[in-house]
């Protein structure tokens, strides 16, 4: 899991997004992710699964957000964000 979090930090941090805030569990973690352009992202990602969830947010707190949308992590960086 903590190679999924670093990769992940390192793969946003590239693209200039900000404000990454992680929440761990037993086998799954989450976080939230501003882009450049101000728009919050969702993420999470469960043991077992090869792909990440992601979707828009409204904020910090917003658990609800946006459509789901599902990235492998090769897609990670080409991913489109708003």
């Given at each position: 899991?903590?190679?999924?979090?670093?990769?992940?930090?390192?793969?946003?941090?590239?693209?200039?997004?900000?404000?990454?805030?992680?929440?761990?569990?037993?086998?799954?973690f989450s976080?939230?992710?501003?882009?450049?352009?101000?728009?919050?992202?969702?993420?999470?990602?469960?043991?077992?699964?090869?792909?990440?969830?992601?979707?828009?947010?409204?904020?910090?707190?917003?658990?609800?957000?946006g459509s789901?949308?599902?990235?492998?992590?090769?897609?990670?960086?080409?991913?489109?964000?708003?």
């Open positions: 899991m903590e190679n999924h979090i670093k990769f992940i930090r390192s793969t946003l941090k590239k693209r200039s997004c900000s404000n990454i805030k992680v929440g761990r569990g037993h086998e799954y976080l939230f992710f501003t882009t450049p352009t101000g728009q919050v992202y969702y993420m999470s990602w469960h043991d077992g699964n090869y792909t990440y969830l992601i979707r828009t947010a409204e904020h910090y707190k917003d658990w609800r957000g789901n949308m599902w990235v492998h992590p090769h897609e990670l960086e080409s991913f489109r964000l708003k």
